[in-house]
C-alpha cells in the first residue's frame, strides 16, 4: 500500500492556499485497533483526514485536537495530529452502522448527529491554547469543517473528505482536501474555485481510482495553477506509554491510589486512541504514595 502523506500547495499565484492529504494506511490502522464498523469508519476517518491537514497548517511542535460532539448515536469523535504528519483518533461507539441513506452512501449525518459542535483546541507552546468552535450543521463532517474555518478561523475555506469501506470492513481508500481563499483573492478565482469543487469527482472516489494527492488539487485548480511547497509523511501515530500513564495515576492523588492498592493491588490503564494497555504492579503504586 502506498504511504500516506500530505501535500501544502499555493494556487492561482498565492491567492489559494492548498492542502491534500491521503489517509487509507492511518484509518485502516484506527479501523483494526478499534474494530469500527463502516459508518463509525468513515466518521473517524473523515475527522482525522481533516485533522490531520489542519496539523500540516502547524509548525515544529505544535499540535491540536479536535473533538466533534453531534449529539448522534456514535457518540464523540476524537482525533489530534501535529505539524510532523501524526494522527490518531477514536469514537465513543466503533460498532455503530446504518444502512446506506438515499444517496446509496454511509450514513454518517445519521451516526454523527446535528445537534452539537465541533471543537479544536490548538496547542502552539504557549501557556494558554488556542480554542475555537462552531456548531455542527450537516453532520457529513465535510461541510463541518467548512463551516469551522469560516466562523472561527475567519478563512473561507473548502474541505472535502472521503472513505470508502470494503465489505470486510477494512478502508478501500480514504483522503481529503483543504482549499483557502487568501485574503486578496478576486471574484473571478473564487467563483472558478466554486464550480471546479461544486463539479468534482468525489474524493473517495478519485483516491480509490489511484489518484495522488497532488493529482487530487491539479483535479480541482488545474494542474498547471498549483504550486506543490511541501509533502509531508503521515501515519497513526499514538504517544501514549508506561510514564505517561503513570503520572496521569499519580495525579488522581493519594486516596485513590491507596484504594487502588487495596481493592486490585495494582492497576492497568488502556488507551483511548490505541487501546494498548499498561500494567502497573502494587510496588509502583507505592512508590507514587
Known sequence: MTQDYIVKALAYDGKIRAYSALTTNSVQEAQQRHYTWPTASAALGRTMTATLMMGAMLKGEQKLTVTVEGGGPIGRIIADANAKGDVRGYV?????????????????????????????????????????????????????????????????????????????????????????????ADDETITKLEKAITNMTPVSKLIDEGVSAEELLY???????????????????????HDKFLNAIKGLGEAEIKQMIEDDHGAEAECHFCRSKFQYSEAELRALI
Open 92 to 184: 465513543d461507539h466503533p460498532q455503530t452502522h446504518f444502512p446506506l441513506n438515499d444517496q446509496g452512501k454511509l450514513d454518517v449525518r445519521r451516526a454523527v448527529g446535528t445537534d452539537g459542535s465541533l471543537r479544536v483546541v490548538k496547542d502552539v507552546g504557549m501557556k494558554d491554547y488556542f480554542t475555537g468552535s462552531s456548531p455542527i450543521i450537516s453532520g457529513e463532517l465535510g461541510e463541518d469543517f467548512t463551516y469551522y474555518h469560516a466562523k472561527s478561523e475567519q478563512v473561507p475555506s473548502s474541505v472535502g473528505l472521503g472513505v470508502l469501506v470494503n465489505p470486510d470492513n477494512s478502508i478501500k481508500a480514504s483522503g481529503g482536501f483543504i482549499i483557502q481563499v487568501m485574503p486578496g
Open 219 to 241: 483535479h480541482i485548480l488545474g494542474e498547471e495553477e498549483v504550486d506543490i511547497l511541501e509533502t509531508i509523511d503521515a501515519s497513526f501515530t499514538c504517544n501514549c506509554g
